[in-house]
């Protein structure tokens, strides 16, 4: 069975870091491709970033390149999305998102980014 569990979310201060991660089971993260989106009020659900496996190829949305950075553990199976320099307009719930015959999302996690 397919899951996924996102947690790490908060409240933090413009300028603030905070670490998402993404915990798998009922497959390998490390042979498909591992997507975090977020989801904005009133807005459409964007992608932030992907890796193809752990420690793979990696893309960025124009709005976080060189501030986030997604990476993976095998041993966790887990992925993380690491957020630095966070700005007011990074809050949103956060989700993570994975193709295995289907396509599987977990619960999401809300970041507020706020002074």
């Known amino acids: 069975q397919v899951q996924l569990v996102e947690s790490g979310g908060g409240l933090v201060l413009p300028g603030g870091s905070l670490r998402l991660s993404c915990a798998a089971s009922?497959?390998?993260?490390?042979?498909?491709?591992m997507t975090w989106y977020r989801q904005a009020p009133g807005k459409e659900r964007d992608l932030v970033a992907r890796i193809q496996g752990s420690g793979g190829i990696t893309n960025y949305a124009d709005p976080v390149k060189g501030r986030f950075t997604i990476s993976g553990d095998n041993a966790k199976n887990t992925v993380y999305l690491q957020m630095n320099n966070l700005k007011p307009e990074d809050t949103a719930v956060y989700y993570c998102?994975?193709?295995?015959?289907?396509?599987?999302w977990g619960q999401g996690t809300q970041v507020t980014v706020s002074s």
């Open positions: 009922g497959f390998a993260i490390k042979y498909v491709v």
């Open positions: 998102h994975a193709r295995v015959g289907g396509d599987y």
